[in-house]
């Protein structure tokens, strides 16, 4: 009996984690798209999320959880924030987010954001990479534009 009882409790975890993931729009295979964004700019310190911008609904996560939850500092005198913050406070209509800035005193390491809308859909990204070999706020820009035009339909 308590054979059963712990497998039941594994498979509703593993169902609830299932059901909390995001959904990727038509569109977007979520495999070529993983692909695509790991050869540009792929690191493990990288987050990069897709939403929807009227609800705000996250549809897209490439990276871990702990890194996708962890606080950089926002440069240009922004406080820390997590990329969901930066993703939740975008204006879908602006032009986007480019920025980036030491994480160490000495330089050694630096964190780069960047945001906007989504070419050719109704959606916004928002990223972050941050450790000894982040990419500049901009270069992660171009590389995601190229990233999202390969890996969606």
């Given amino acids: 009996m308590a054979r059963w009882r712990a497998i039941l409790s594994l498979a509703a975890t593993a169902l609830l984690a299932a059901a909390c993931a995001p959904t990727a729009p038509d569109g977007i295979d979520t495999a070529v ?6 050869q540009r700019i792929g690191d493990p310190s990288t987050c990069v999320l897709l939403a929807e911008p009227s609800s ?3 549809v897209y996560r490439y990276g871990s959880n702990t890194v996708c939850a962890r606080s950089y500092p926002g440069c240009q005198d ?3 924030r997590t990329v969901e913050d930066l993703l939740k406070s975008l204006d ?3 032009v986007g987010v480019a920025t980036s800035c030491p994480t160490a005193a000495d330089g050694s390491r630096s964190v780069g954001w960047a945001a906007g809308p ?3 859909r109704d959606l916004v990204y928002a990223a972050v990479m941050e450790g000894q070999r982040a990419l500049p706020g901009m270069i992660i820009t171009d590389r995601l534009a190229s990233a999202f035009s390969a890996g969606m339909e």
């Fill in 56 to 58: 705000g609904k996250i």
């Fill in 78 to 80: 922004q406080p820390n």
């Fill in 92 to 94: 879908p209509a602006a």
């Fill in 33 to 38: 798209l993983d692909r695509e964004i790991g």
């Fill in 118 to 120: 989504v070419p050719g």
